[in-house]
């Protein structure tokens, strides 16, 4: 009896788990099997139905697409430009700018209104679904009939139009992609700067010192935690993220002509436009073996305790 | 004294000075750079309603003419698009069942993972945090193999619903770490009262532990709605048939028709889109802030 009564309370936490278990298995696991499995095959548009029925012969293995991949593509070093210069500017943004951001909204606006309407304006281009997000920068943007358009022509800068024609367009990527961004260190520096006591800021203040010296002083050491945090998840998601451009440019010829082929997003249009399955799956599993390499690092650098507290403000 | 009066001035005067360099600083870094965001949404709202609009933003004449897409097809030369009230259901339905499913397996798994003791325990917690900092999206070609593997690709409303239980699986690790959260933060002594005062387990449980952990609950579940009311990538490379589309691809489809013709009407299309998105987040601001700090992707 106490052996039963002893088992079911082992298993009672692994039928808890159980459906999550399932869910990851079948959508985390096999997926990355899958990609893993694609990228030595020659699987295209030609062969995928029957490749997808399990037709003997269907498919051979092969190394080509990692020949492409690390040469054999004249198109991949640009994209590899492209991405390093999205990752760079949108990752500066998400860190440093939103640093600033968050102390001019938290800290120099004393009025708590101005204060809370500043954060829920930042926060709108997060909250809002991506398609009216990209259709309200198509609009911003549209020639002529543009607000920002108009605002921008207005000091001189009036290309023919901003989403074809370099680097009008890369800045444009940035921009984009840079306020969603924002808002998410902006989310965490604000909590962070917010937690910090009020006694270390009056003592200061007590001591004799600015309101620029408080935050160089002590507000900026105080985030180095949730900063190293903020750059560490954003790099991940920022190697992945293609939706906005995906909306924005719609096509591989856009993009190319735009210069905003990113990784992510060429991954996508080798499967999804061209049907080179297999090879867009190589380009995927790149991107996923950056992102275990830095999932591990961040385990590494954070340890795990640090990461299940980001916010957490260490005095 | 001469000394001393020379200091108060040169005191106030750098105190002006700050004062000015801070005002500077939030005009440069706060307000300035979010016109753009003003311009969006002012714009938005003032083509939806109004005949004519000038730079942009300044309406002039109301109007419900954008609107017409509620009450008659959208058709554009010899295209048609699906009529607007069965696609909202289709995204109704992706939403409503991204959130049920995610919290349903969240609750679940962020209960065992805060309240029993199980081996493997951090190994698994860890798992999770990693899947849920993984950018998932990168899966999609494999995600499209496996949906035509299992047999759930081009067939409309199944699609839909293949669609739906992926966005919820995906979703799950970050539902299931906010739940451990929320399940963390209610004391223990609570439960352990509340069975020394002769609660069986469950009792226990519906009594005293569901009533602190739902707006945990609540939470997710909003999260989760709002991920797939918003879900626009996969349904767009998976979905084929026009009819199960969710309000996102059809909207997509309707701007790469319509930029440049009628703001207005795409205006209008927009805000009815966004529409409980804005309202869930005026409500339910505070539980997605907090949210949003456990980690979002994006």
């Known amino acids: 009896m106490t052996r039963l009564k002893n088992l079911s309370r082992k298993m009672l936490p692994w039928i808890f788990l159980a459906p999550l278990i399932v869910m990851i298995i079948l959508f985390w696991v096999t997926p990355v099997g899958i990609t893993i499995f694609l990228s030595f095959t020659n699987v295209t548009y030609k062969n995928f139905v029957k490749f997808v029925h399990g037709i003997e012969g269907a498919f051979n293995y092969t190394l080509e697409n990692f020949n492409k991949l690390l040469g054999g593509d004249p198109y991949i070093r640009e994209i590899a430009m492209i991405t390093l210069l999205y990752v760079g500017s949108v990752l500066s943004i998400n860190a440093f700018y939103s640093l600033a951001l968050s102390i001019a909204i938290v800290y120099f606006i004393r009025n708590e209104y101005l204060s809370t309407l500043m954060r829920v304006i930042w926060l709108l281009p997060r909250i809002t679904p991506a398609v009216v997000y990209g259709f309200l920068w198509i609009w911003l943007i549209a020639p002529d009939s543009g607000p920002l358009y108009q605002l921008f022509a207005a000091m001189g800068i009036a290309p023919q139009n901003w989403l074809l024609e370099r680097p009008y367009s ?41 309101d620029f010296q408080i935050a160089k002083s002590i507000i900026l050491p105080l985030l180095k935690w949730p900063m190293l945090f903020v750059i560490s998840w954003q790099t991940l998601s920022l190697i992945a993220s293609y939706e906005q451009i995906l909306i924005l440019w719609g096509s591989y010829g856009a993009t190319r002509a735009a210069g905003t082929t990113v990784f992510a997003i060429y991954a996508w249009f080798k499967a999804f436009e061209m049907g080179e399955y297999a090879y867009g799956a190589t380009v995927s599993l790149l991107l996923v073996a950056i992102g275990v390499v830095l999932i591990f690092l961040y385990f590494k650098i954070f340890g795990f305790h640090k990461l299940m507290q980001p916010s957490k403000i260490e005095v | 004294m001469g000394k001393k009066y020379i200091d108060v001035k040169k005191i106030k005067r750098r105190i002006l000075l700050e004062k000015i360099t801070k005002v500077l600083v939030v005009l440069f870094v706060a307000v300035i750079p979010s016109i753009p965001i003003w311009l969006m949404y002012l714009g938005l709202i003032a083509q939806a309603f109004s005949s004519k609009v000038t730079v942009g933003i300044i309406p002039s004449g109301f109007t419900l003419k954008n609107w017409r897409f509620l009450w008659s097809t959208i058709q554009m030369g010899l295209k048609k698009y699906p009529n607007i009230w069965p696609i909202t259901m289709n995204s109704l339905y992706l939403a409503l069942g991204t959130a049920l499913l995610v919290t349903f397996v969240a609750g679940l798994a962020g209960y065992a993972l805060s309240r029993m003791e199980f081996r493997g325990r951090t190994k698994m917690m860890e798992f999770i945090l990693a899947l849920h900092a993984f950018p998932s999206i990168v899966l999609l070609i494999a995600l499209f193999v496996l949906l035509n593997k299992l047999g759930l690709y081009g067939k409309g409303f199944i699609t839909l619903t293949g669609v739906m239980i992926t966005k919820a699986a995906l979703e799950a690790p970050m539902g299931a770490w906010i739940m451990k959260g929320f399940f963390d933060s209610i004391p223990w002594d609570i439960e352990w009262a509340a069975l020394v005062d002769g609660c069986n387990r469950l009792t226990a449980w519906r009594k005293v532990i569901l009533p602190l952990v739902l707006p945990g609950f609540a939470a997710v579940a909003v999260f989760a709605f709002l991920a797939g009311w918003a879900e626009f990538i996969m349904a767009f490379t998976f979905i084929r048939e026009d009819r199960w589309w969710p309000l996102s691809v059809m909207i997509y489809h309707v701007i790469g028709e319509y930029k440049f013709i009628d703001w207005g009407f795409l205006a209008a299309l927009s805000l009815f889109y966004a529409l409980p998105t804005i309202i869930f987040f ?3 601001q505070k539980f997605l802030l907090r949210i949003y700090v456990g980690g979002v992707k994006g």
């Open chain 1, 170 to 210: 890369q800045f444009l990527m940035i921009v984009v992609n840079g306020y969603v961004g924002a808002s998410f260190g902006m989310i965490i520096y604000t909590s962070a700067i917010k937690s910090i006591p009020e006694d270390l800021i009056r003592a200061a203040k007590v001591d004799g010192a600015s």
């Open chain 2, 282 to 284: 005026i409500f339910s």
